[in-house]
C-alpha cells in the first residue's frame, strides 16, 4: 500500500442502488455504489441499522454487495445503509441511504386506487384501516410521505404523466400494520397525429406532435421543432418514442441536432431549418382584432406602411385590443376564428418574429405586409414559431374554427458564434430513417417507432437544446390525397396507407385481413395453429386501395397469421365465438 501525507483530499463515495427510500421484498438484495480516489481506495466498509449485523468490511476494488435481509418480528423495516471508503492516505467519506424491506406474506392492508381527469391518484385503505406513512416511486426512486395523523385515503399531489408507472405502500409508524406495495400505470393517450415522447428521467414524457402541417396539408413535411422536454441520458444515450394513435404515419428521415449556448440565451429553428440564438428585442404597443366599432377611431398609426388595410393616411377602426395578453407568456391568450384577424403593431422593424402559440392545433396566415402570408401550425402542446420578418405590422389570420395565440415579439439575431451545433449519432435508428430516399418507415394506428442517439459531451459553462429534423407525412385511415406542394411524392400520386392487418369476428369466428396497398401486389398468408400445424395457405392478390379479406370461419381458439410480404410478419389473434 501506499500513502502520501499531502493527501487531504478524501475519496468519492455514491450508493447507486437502492435509492432513497426504494421498497423491496424481503431476502437477497445487491447493493451497488461507485467509489473512487486519485490514488485509490484501500478499504470499505458496508454498515447497516436495526438489524441482525452491524457491518460488512470489502476490499478496495469491491463496487457490489449481495445481502440477505431477513425481518424479525415484523412486517417491514425501514434500514439504513451506509457505504465508508479510506483510500491509502487514511481519508474517509461515507455515503448513507434508506432501503425498506417488506414480507408481503404478512401485509393487512388492503389498498384500492382511483384517479381524476388529470391523473391524480388517490389511495385509500379497503379495509377500514390507516396509515400514518406512505412511500411513493418507481426503480430507484421513491419518497416517503409522514403525516401528523391517520389516514384512511390520500390524494398524489402529482399527476401521472403519460406511460409513467408509479407504486404505492402505506404503513403505520412502526411497521406493525402495513400494505404490499400498489402499481397504478397511465397507458399512452390516443392522439390523430404522431406524437414524440422523450424519456426525461424516470418515463418517457409526452414532448409534442411532430409534423403538424401534414394534418392541414398531407404532404411530404420538413419539420424542424425544438424539444420542449429536456432528454436525460441514459445508458449514454437519449432515447424517444413516436406512439402514432389514429393516422397512418410515414417518416422519411430522422435527425437529432444538439446546440450548446449560453445559459442566458434562447435558440429557434427557423423554417428551412437553421438554428439560430436570439434575444427578445420589443414588445407589440398595439394590438387590435377584427371586431370594428362604428365612430370610434384609434389615433396615433397614420403613416405605417403596410398592406391596404393600414397604409398610409387611412385611420384603423377600433376593435378589441389584446395587447395585456400577448406581452406575457402563460398569461392570456388572443382568440380568434375563421374570418378573424389580429393586426400586431411594433414600434421597431427587427429582424424575426417570435410567436408562441398554444393548443388546440390550426393554421395561422402570417402576412407580413404585401407579401404571401406564411402558414404556420401550431401543436398538440403550445409552440414556438420564429419568423423572418422585418416588418413593424403583422397581420395574424385564423385559418380554422379556433386558434390560441399566448406570446408575441420582435427578437434579434445573436452571432453564430454563441452555439456550437452537433449532429447525434443515431444508434438503432431503422434502416428507412437513416437518410432521406423515399424509402417510408410506415407507423399504422396503434404503433410504436423507440428509437435512440448517442449523447456527446458537454461543457459544464453551456445549456443544452435539442432540435429534432422529422422528414415524412401522415394521413387518416381510409383517405387519399394527391401530391401536390412543395416536397411532392411523385406526379399524379394518390396515396393510400399501406398496412395488412389481421382482425377476428366475436360473432362468426371468422378471421379477417384488413389490407391496404398502394400498388397491386401478391401476399401468401398462413393460418397456423399453437401447435404449428398449417390450417391455411392462400395467396391473395391485394387491390390498389383498401380491402376487406375473409380467411374463413375457426373455431374458438389463438391462431398464428404469417404473412409474407418484403418483410415477413407473424401476428396473433384469438377467434371467440
Request: charged fraction near 30%.
Amino acid at each position: 500500500p501506499w500513502s502520501d501525507c499531502s493527501d487531504h483530499t478524501p475519496p468519492s463515495v455514491n450508493i447507486t442502488s437502492p435509492g432513497e427510500y426504494r421498497v423491496v421484498y424481503t431476502g437477497l438484495f445487491t447493493i451497488e455504489w461507485d467509489s473512487s480516489d486519485d490514488y485509490g481506495i484501500d478499504s470499505q466498509k458496508l454498515s447497516f441499522s436495526h438489524v441482525f449485523y452491524n457491518s460488512i468490511n470489502l476490499d478496495g476494488n469491491v463496487r457490489s454487495q449481495e445481502v440477505d435481509f431477513p425481518l424479525y418480528g415484523g412486517a417491514g423495516i425501514e434500514l439504513e445503509i451506509r457505504l465508508e471508503a479510506t483510500d491509502y492516505a487514511g481519508n474517509r467519506r461515507d455515503d448513507e441511504t434508506y432501503l425498506v424491506i417488506i414480507d408481503p406474506s404478512q401485509a393487512d392492508i388492503q389498498l384500492g386506487w382511483e384517479h381524476d381527469d388529470n391523473w391524480r391518484v388517490t389511495i385509500h385503505t379497503l379495509n377500514s384501516t390507516t396509515f400514518r406513512r406512505i412511500y411513493k416511486g418507481e426503480g430507484n426512486n421513491w419518497e416517503r410521505i409522514t403525516f401528523g395523523m391517520d389516514l384512511a385515503s390520500w390524494q398524489d399531489p402529482d399527476p401521472l404523466s403519460e406511460g409513467e408507472t408509479r407504486s404505492y405502500l402505506v404503513c403505520n409508524g412502526g411497521f406493525h400494520h402495513i400494505s404490499d406495495t400498489i402499481t397504478v400505470h397511465r397507458p399512452y393517450d390516443i392522439h390523430p397525429c404522431p406524437v414524440l415522447y422523450t424519456f426525461t428521467g424516470s418515463s418517457f414524457e409526452p414532448d409534442n406532435s411532430l409534423l403538424p402541417a401534414s394534418e392541414f396539408t398531407h404532404q411530404l413535411t420538413r419539420d424542424y421543432y425544438i424539444l420542449k422536454k429536456k432528454p436525460q441520458i441514459k445508458d449514454g444515450k437519449y432515447q424517444f418514442k413516436i406512439i402514432e394513435g389514429l393516422d397512418n404515419t410515414y417518416i422519411d428521415l430522422i435527425k437529432l441536432r444538439i446546440i450548446e449556448h449560453p445559459k442566458d440565451v434562447k435558440v429557434g429553428a427557423l423554417p428551412k431549418g437553421e438554428v439560430i440564438a436570439f434575444r427578445p428585442s420589443s414588445l407589440p404597443y398595439l394590438t387590435i382584432d377584427k371586431e370594428e366599432k362604428e365612430g370610434e377611431v384609434l389615433k396615433g398609426v397614420r403613416g405605417l406602411k403596410g398592406w391596404r388595410d393600414l397604409k398610409e393616411g387611412k385611420d384603423l377602426m377600433k376593435g378589441k385590443a389584446w395587447k395585456d395578453s400577448l406581452v406575457t407568456e402563460g398569461s392570456g391568450y388572443y382568440y380568434g376564428k375563421e374570418g378573424d384577424y389580429l393586426d400586431v403593431l411594433f414600434s421597431e422593424k427587427g429582424d424575426y418574429l417570435y410567436s408562441v402559440l398554444a393548443k388546440p392545433k390550426q393554421g395561422i396566415a402570417v402576412r407580413p405586409g404585401n407579401i404571401k402570408p406564411d402558414i404556420i401550425y401550431s401543436r398538440m402542446n403550445g409552440s414556438d414559431i420564429l419568423l423572418p420578418c422585418t416588418n413593424s405590422v403583422i397581420r395574424f389570420i385564423p385559418q380554422d374554427s379556433l386558434c390560441r395565440i399566448d406570446y408575441v415579439s420582435k427578437v434579434v439575431r445573436l452571432p453564430d458564434s454563441l452555439i456550437r451545433e452537433k449532429e447525434a449519432l443515431a444508434v438503432d435508428l431503422p434502416g428507412e430513417l437513416a437518410k432521406e430516399d423515399k424509402e417510408y418507415y410506415h407507423l399504422s394506428p396503434g404503433d410504436t417507432l423507440e428509437f435512440s442517439f448517442e449523447a456527446p459531451d458537454i461543457s459544464s459553462l453551456s445549456n443544452r437544446s435539442y432540435c429534432l429534423e422529422v422528414i415524412g407525412y401522415y394521413l387518416p385511415v381510409g383517405e387519399t390525397v394527391e401530391s401536390k406542394g412543395p416536397f411532392e411524392r411523385g406526379p399524379e400520386e394518390i396515396v393510400y396507407a399501406s398496412y395488412i392487418k389481421p382482425a377476428s369476428s366475436l360473432i362468426t369466428g371468422n378471421l379477417f385481413l384488413r389490407a391496404s396497398s398502394n400498388k397491386r401486389r401478391m401476399v401468401k398468408v398462413e393460418v397456423i395453429d399453437p401447435v404449428g400445424r398449417i390450417l391455411k395457405r392462400k395467396d391473395i392478390r391485394l387491390s390498389r386501395g383498401e380491402e376487406m379479406i375473409n380467411l374463413g370461419g375457426f373455431d374458438s381458439g389463438i391462431y398464428f397469421i404469417k404473412i409474407f410480404d418484403n418483410k415477413d410478419k407473424v401476428y396473433k389473434v384469438t377467434v371467440i365465438r
